[in-house]
Structures are given as C-alpha cells and as structure tokens.
C-alpha cells in the first residue's frame, strides 16, 4: 500500500507560479510512476503530467507542456509539479497518483494509488 499526500496548492494571480509536492509512505517510492492529474469543477478529471521512477523521463500534456515541470526526488519519497505561467483555465484539484510500471503513462485506470487532492486556484 501507499499513501499519498499532496500540499503547496492556494491561490495564485494569473502568471504566476506554485509548486505541489506529494510525498509517499509505504512502500518502495522509486519502484513507481509518478503522475500529476486534475479536475476542474463541472469536467472530468484529467493528465497533467507524469515521471518514470528514475525520473529520466517526463510526459506532459499538451495544456502544460512548457509551462509545468514534474520531478521527483526518491530519497525524499516526493515527487514535485512546478507550474510557471499559470493560467485561469490550471484552476482545478489537482492530484497524485502512483502506478506499479516501469513507464510514464496518462491512462488513470493505471495509476493504483491516489491522494486526496489540493485545490489550485488561478485568479484573473
């Protein structure tokens, strides 16, 4: 099993920045994908961003790509999402997610460990 926990959301003016952090307890954080998800209200829950365990590769989605950093740090058990230059559209909960593969992914249904979400809120 493991545990999720997600903090450094609140709120931002458009062009700004926050980072999230999500650190892991249980088991071994590095045997891990690492994912970043969110969900804007009334809109489905959506890929933001994701790490393979080393962190050697990245994946993003088109929304974020050049705007959002993900990385992590397996002795620390954390991995971080830097969002520069965000926007009214980034407002949503954002989420953790950990998946048992060797491989980035935006498929949620592969992801088996989740955290309870932080809410980013971009103001105009």
């Known amino acids: 099993q493991v545990q999720l926990v997600e903090s450094g959301g609140g709120l931002v003016q458009a062009g700004g920045s926050l980072r999230l952090s999500c650190v892991a307890s249980?088991?071994?954080?590095?045997?891990?994908?690492m994912g970043w998800f969110r969900q804007a209200p009334g809109k489905e829950r959506e890929f933001v961003a994701a790490?393979?365990?080393?962190?050697?590769?990245?994946y993003y989605a088109d929304s974020v790509k050049g705007r959002f950093t993900i990385s992590r740090n397996n002795a620390k058990n954390t991995v971080y999402l830097q969002m520069n230059s965000l926007k009214p559209e980034d407002t949503a909960v954002y989420y953790c997610?950990?998946?048992?593969?060797?491989?980035?992914?935006?498929?949620?249904?592969?992801?088996?460990?989740w955290g309870q979400g932080i809410q980013v809120t971009v103001s105009s």
């Open positions: 997610a950990a998946a048992n593969l060797g491989w980035g992914t935006s498929k949620q249904n592969k992801y088996d460990f």
């Open positions: 790490i393979n365990r080393s962190g050697g590769t990245t």
């Open positions: 249980g088991r071994t954080f590095s045997s891990y994908t």
